[in-house]
Every structure is written in C-alpha cells, then in structure tokens.
C-alpha cells in the first residue's frame, strides 16, 4: 500500500491558494519564497480514493493520463513527475514509476516552492523496494530523513528498508554457513 501525506488544513487570509490542472496542491502567496510544509499528526479520511471509487471510476488510468499530458506541457516541474510516478506505483507501473519519481526528486531543487519532497521519496523507496533495489532505496530513505527528520513515512520507509536488507543478508549468512558444512 501507499502512504499520502496531504495538507488539507491551512491559515485563511495569508495569500496561499490552491493550484493545478489535478492533485490541487497549496501554494504561497510569494511563489519565489522556499515553503515547507510541516508534516503533522493530524489525519483526515479522504474518501476519494477508497478501492471501491477508484476502480468504479478508474480514476488512476484518467489521472495517469491527466498527468502525463502535464509532464508534456511542463516538463520541468517536480509536481507533474511527483503525482505521476505516484499514481503510476498505484497502478502497478513500478520501473515507470521509479523513474517518474527519480525525474522529480531532480528536478525539486529547481522549484523552490515545492514542498513534496520527502513524499516523492517515500514513493520512489516504495518503488525501488518492490523492483528489489535495496541498496538505492537506502540512499533515498536516508536523504529523506536527513532532509525532513520530522516527517514519520520517511522514518517508517528507512526502517523498512534496513529491515529487508537485514533479512537479504540473513539469508546470504545462511547460504554460506550450508556451503561451510557441505
């Protein structure tokens, strides 16, 4: 499964406002400023997504094309490449994802306004984890509790991929100590 972290409360009267053709996301006022957003304990239930609308609407084949069309019309923004290896890693795309989401990742940094960072990341551990890419998605966890030691998916994703290379390694352990007795 997939975890989102979504703002859906914010301060009235501070210039911040909804933007976007799909997956609306909050924006500043000043959209020069660096805004981070801070990942809180507060959880909402969203039932827009809940199994039964999504296969009822096949929303994730119309967002996957929504959101590649907006790849093609800004190819430059993190936002489009986000929410499209998101939805991607939901529809089972998994290498397409790990690369939208790569794409993303590389493209933040030229887009100071955006502050989705750590869940790209937590989505492309996702991604790399189920493609078996243990030591990548360590890289990535890592730099997303570094950059964001707040934000608890990440913590959780990290830990998970230490676990699974901890297992990895176990079973290696166990190979060789057979190959000793043999």
């Known amino acids: 499964s997939v975890t989102y972290d979504v703002t859906r409360m914010h301060p009235l009267g501070r210039g911040i406002h909804w933007q976007g053709r799909i997956h609306e996301q909050l924006v500043p006022a000043n959209p020069r ?11 909402l239930d969203h039932v827009g997504y809940q199994p039964e609308v999504v296969r009822a609407r096949n929303k994730i084949a119309r967002n996957v094309r929504l959101l590649r069309a907006w790849t093609q019309d800004e190819p430059t923004n993190p936002a489009a490449w986000g929410f499209l290896g998101r ?18 990742e590389s493209l933040a940094p030229t887009m100071p306004t955006y502050a989705r960072l750590t869940e790209v990341r937590v989505a492309r551990v996702q991604a790399l984890i189920r493609l078996g890419h243990l030591d990548e998605a360590r890289i990535v966890a890592e730099r997303a509790t570094l950059d964001d030691p707040e934000h608890p998916a990440a913590w959780y994703w990290r830990a998970a991929v230490a676990v699974l290379r901890a297992e990895a390694l176990a079973r290696e352990a166990r190979t060789w100590a057979r190959s000793a007795q043999e």
């Not at 939805?87 to 993303?104: I, N, P, T, Y």
């Open 87 to 104: 939805d991607l890693l939901v529809a089972g795309q998994v290498e397409e994802a790990a690369d939208a989401l790569e794409r993303a």
């Open 33 to 43: 400023e660096p805004w981070q957003r801070p990942a809180v304990r507060v959880r």
